[in-house]
């Protein structure tokens, strides 16, 4: 299965120093955009993402970032 496009825009997050996010790769988690383990019955695998600074953040929602988990603009060119 291939990934699907949560929403078509970034999902803004604040995060935490020192924290570790779980970037839903798929699609599908119903907590966007971060995975809920529903990636299970699909080939995806969620992106580990190690905050460095307590800040928003831009979580791809699109799913086609070339930028791992965070938004890249690629987005707006689908
Ligand atoms: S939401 Fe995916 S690149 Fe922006």
Known sequence: MQEKTAKN???P???EAGKT???CSCGISKKQPLCDGM????DCTPLE????????V????CKQSENGPLCDGTH???
């Open 39 to 42: 990636h299970e019955s699909t």
């Open 13 to 15: 997050l604040q995060v």
């Open 9 to 11: 825009e970034p999902y």
């Open 21 to 23: 996010y779980y970037w």
């Open 76 to 78: 707006k060119k689908l």
């Open 49 to 56: 993402y190690v905050a460095t600074k307590t800040e928003t």
């Open 58 to 61: 831009y979580f791809c929602g």
